[in-house]
């Protein structure tokens, strides 16, 4: 046992004492290069291309990211059109209208009382109070449960019904079976005032409020599609070109005023939109194959339209021109995929933005395996199912690690940073020590789980002898008979 076991046994009886950063970056283990060009990119707001092997950390970069950017300040909003509904409008509000818009939409809530508060004539009229025994139940009983009596119905009016109803009408509202306008007086003049259901209360607006709804119910009607409050980091991997892009959906009845929705609330943001003012992060970005053009001409106007992507669709006509995207790409390959990136996408983000090499090894040192230490509590908290492990185990891990770098990169005294398989073990150690009832995941966990933990491909050679025997084992008659044509040159009459 070496030096740096001893001290560390002393100081970290086991991984729960081993202090986790709460700098997201700082929890990227083995990539200092990478951290670092990472928070420039995040403060200048540049592109960033991140190539390496699976399970290095670029996923961990691309999202702690957005902790070093600023929140987003504009929401997007898509607006009726009444001359032309299939072209809708664009809206972006700023943080501080969103905000007051909220603030206006509660001053036209009104008062909430309880039923027994208002008049009782209204509350009859609504339907809360029986007329016969003068028993409150809910609105929705037709018959009061006390006397079983059919309440009153709703319009049933007094002599003054009609003339409220026309002074209602000029505030945009009148009676129905939810809603009583009646007069009360307020200081030297009568102002209307509106009951309404509100569940089992009844809301009551006056006419400041009345106004107040009137001037918003006169507003073109809206959708906000990215709203303000939103996660700046926005996760593309593998997304479809409708969900990268947006979408407008299908109405079977075309968006017919009375029938269908109209074409803006049909509207549905992508994720180049949901990441404006935000970070847009792709793995494998390769894989989107020709939608990397789509991603380029975002990146250049800083906008892309929502159009309807499916021609048999009533959306396909809807077009909503300018939605703002202006993101911060992160994209990551791997090594063998580089060439397949979209030549002027690649130069764009050359142009403005960096390209980062993530690292597979690092070297064996102290100040390294206190780093794996700390990788290794990283990886128990955020699963949160298996206990912490004893040092003795933690030595197994990290012995592991140092296996592993001379196998896989052919590196001597280094400790390999593919530690997504790694946090595999862990997980699978974790999982035994849970079935055995350890408080602690012990060295005995750690070497079953080496054991078990171990690639299919070198269980099949194990098991097998080779690939191909394995190959061979599983085909039926048929599929070696297809094979031996294969190798003959020969093809089927």
Do not use: W
Request: proline letters at 6%; a negative charge; glycine letters at 6%.
């Amino acid at each position: 046992m070496g030096t740096f076991y001893v001290d560390f046994y002393n100081e970290y009886p086991d991984t729960s004492y081993i202090k986790i950063p709460t700098n997201p970056l700082d929890r990227v283990i083995g990539q200092d290069d990478a951290v670092k060009i990472a928070m420039v990119a995040a403060k200048q707001k540049r592109h960033l291309l991140l190539v390496g092997p699976p399970g290095v950390g670029k996923s961990m970069i691309a999202q702690a990211m957005s902790f070093y950017i600023e929140r987003p300040t504009e929401e997007i909003r898509v607006v009726h059109n009444p001359q032309y509904p299939e072209r809708p409008f664009v809206e972006i509000k700023t943080r501080e209208e969103v905000m007051a818009e909220r603030e206006e939409e509660t001053s036209t809530s009104g008062l909430i009382i309880d039923p027994k508060e208002a008049p009782t004539s209204v509350a009859e009229r609504l339907g809360y109070r029986c007329s016969k025994c003068g028993f409150y139940s809910s609105p929705s009983d037709a018959v009061c449960p006390n006397c079983n009596s059919p309440k009153i119905q709703m319009g049933t009016q007094g002599p003054f019904g009609d003339v409220f109803n026309v002074i209602g009408a000029a505030f945009g509202v009148q009676n129905n079976l939810d809603k009583v306008t009646l007069t009360r007086r307020n200081g030297d003049h009568d102002e209307i005032i509106v009951y309404e259901r509100y569940n089992d209360k009844i809301r009551v607006l006056d006419e400041k409020t009345l106004e107040r709804r009137r001037r918003l119910e006169k507003k073109s009607p809206s959708k906000t599609i990215v709203p303000i409050d939103r996660n700046p980091f926005v996760l593309a991997t593998g997304a479809s070109e409708t969900e990268l892009l947006g979408d407008v959906r299908h109405d079977p009845y075309g968006g017919h005023p009375q029938l269908g929705t109209l074409p803006y609330e049909r509207v549905i943001a992508g994720a180049v939109h949901e990441a404006h003012q935000g970070v847009l992060f792709i793995d494998e970005i390769t894989h989107l194959g020709n939608l990397q053009r789509y991603i380029l001409t975002a990146m250049q106007e800083k906008s892309f339209p929502i159009t309807g992507r499916n021609p048999q669709s009533a959306g396909a006509s809807v077009r909503v021109d300018k939605v703002p995207a202006d993101f911060i790409l992160v994209a990551a390959c791997n090594i063998n995929d580089l060439p397949y990136i979209l030549s002027p996408l690649r130069s764009r983000i050359v142009g403005n933005g960096y390209e980062v090499l993530m690292k597979t090894t690092m070297k064996d040192t102290d100040e390294n395996r206190m780093k794996y230490l700390q990788f290794i509590s990283q990886e128990i908290t955020m699963d949160g199912k298996i206990p912490h492990m004893t040092m003795e185990a933690a030595e197994l891990i990290i012995e592991e690690g140092r296996k592993r770098a001379k196998m896989i990169d052919k590196k001597n005294n280094e400790l390999t940073l593919r530690l997504r398989e790694l946090g595999g073990l862990i997980r699978a150690a974790g999982d035994i020590a849970v079935f055995k009832g350890n408080k602690l995941i012990e060295k005995e966990d750690v070497e079953e789980a080496v054991k078990l933990y171990v690639p299919v491909e070198e269980k099949i050679t194990k098991e097998y002898g080779s690939m191909a025997a394995a190959y061979s084992s599983e085909n039926t008659t048929s599929q070696k008979d297809f094979y031996n044509y294969n190798l003959d040159d020969r093809s089927y009459e």
